[in-house]
């Protein structure tokens, strides 16, 4: 079976650090690979996705940058941090090429100050 | 463009009563539905999807939802509400963009069990 992980689960830091945040998939090959950030009230913004590896598509303008530098590892990483950054990222795949269900991974909180 | 409307952004419900928590989306093919749950401080989990067959879909925990086309909606419902039901629903519609699936998630509703 299809397992996700990521990690850290929790993170504090300051304004202004680098950020590397992991996401890795088992048992499924060439997934399609998602990052998303939830704030509180709005829901889930899709921040990153890939098709394949070093494929990478922005959704939006921001701090952060995504890799893929393995067909099942998707990184999310930033040079200098913002206050605004703070959320919950959560990390997801789906079957390559079709129309079907997101897995989600736990999470990882994070907190900017 | 895809978008998904959830009304009520929190909902309360007795135990044992019914749950109903609204979606309404719009899109502009035939949609694949999808509602997920998220308990505090977790990943989102699938409780159930809509991908074109029966348009009553049931999912895990005794929940199910209804597909209706003519008012765009697909409505989650479970007859019996248990205190393990509170936590947070999303509602989200997915459609082929390119070479892959861009899925829109509703913002929302956190479903409150009273005992």
């Known amino acids: 079976s299809q397992t996700i992980h990521q990690w850290p689960a929790t993170l504090v830091q300051p304004v202004g650090s680098p950020l590397s945040l992991e996401c890795t998939v088992e048992g499924t090959s060439n997934p399609n690979l998602y990052w998303y950030r939830q704030a509180a009230g709005r829901g889930l913004q899709l921040l990153f996705y890939?098709?394949?590896?070093?494929?990478i598509s922005s959704e939006v303008p921001q701090n952060l940058s995504a890799s893929r530098p393995q067909d099942r590892q998707f990184i999310l990483s930033s040079k200098k941090l913002l206050l605004s950054d703070s959320g919950f990222y959560l990390c997801a795949w789906s079957v390559s090429g079709g129309i079907d269900t997101q897995y989600f991974g736990p999470g990882t909180r994070l907190t900017v100050l | 463009a895809q978008s998904v409307t959830q009304l009520g952004s929190h909902v309360s419900v007795s135990e044992g009563a019914l749950v109903l928590l609204r979606c309404n989306y719009s899109?502009?093919?035939?949609?694949?539905l999808f509602w997920y749950v998220q308990y505090p401080n977790q990943g989102l989990q699938l409780l159930l999807k809509y991908t074109s067959a029966a348009t009553l879909v049931k999912g895990i925990n005794g929940f199910e939802a209804e597909f209706k086309k003519s008012e765009t909606s697909f409505h989650l419902t479970k007859p019996s509400a248990h205190m393990s039901d509170a936590a947070e629903y999303f509602c989200?519609?997915?459609?082929?963009?390119?070479?892959?699936?861009?899925?829109?998630f509703g913002i929302g509703t956190k479903l409150q069990v009273i005992p």
């Open positions: 890939s098709v394949g590896i070093g494929q």
């Open positions: 899109s502009s093919v035939p949609p694949y």
């Open positions: 989200a519609v997915s459609e082929r963009s390119g070479g892959y699936q861009k899925v829109t």
